[in-house]
């Protein structure tokens, strides 16, 4: 029996800290997770980013059915490696992109942040029919 529980991923933290400190950029990066549902009018995007410190830090761009968010979220304070004892919240760049299930009016759209969810509402598109008469050659 041994003396020392086994913990398969023990190492893990100091290698991913290690890894930063050579590279100076978090080594794993985090995707802010999204909910996105629609009603009659309306595409919502509720995406959930904790950290971010003003309207600066966070980048909304809607272009032929995709959203994408891109941003950076700041530590709140520097902590020397050697003083960490365990780190989970996420920090430094982030970017994600998702398909939209319909067109929607990007100049219309409007973003809220509160308590760390980024809600986006974008109106939906009215779905342009266009017909064309097709020529047909005849022989």
């Not at 959930?48 to 950076?72: V, W, Y």
Request: charged share 35%; aromatic share 8%; net charge negative.
């Amino acid at each position: 029996m041994p003396l020392i529980p086994y913990e398969p991923f023990r190492y893990v933290e100091g290698a991913r800290r290690e890894m930063e400190r050579l590279f100076g950029t978090p080594f794993f990066r985090e995707e802010p997770r999204i909910d996105i549902y629609e009603n009659d009018r309306e595409i919502i995007a509720s995406c959930e980013i904790p950290g971010l410190q003003s309207k600066e830090d966070i980048g909304i761009e809607i272009a032929e059915n995709m959203l994408s968010l891109g941003g950076t979220i700041r530590r709140e304070q520097e902590v020397k490696d050697e003083n960490i004892h365990r780190q989970e919240r996420y920090w430094g760049s982030f970017r994600r992109s998702i398909n939209l299930p319909a067109p929607v009016i990007a100049e219309e759209s409007r973003a809220v942040y509160r308590n760390g969810i980024l809600k986006i509402t974008m109106p939906k598109a009215e779905p342009q029919l266009r017909r064309r008469n097709i020529e047909i050659d005849f022989h």
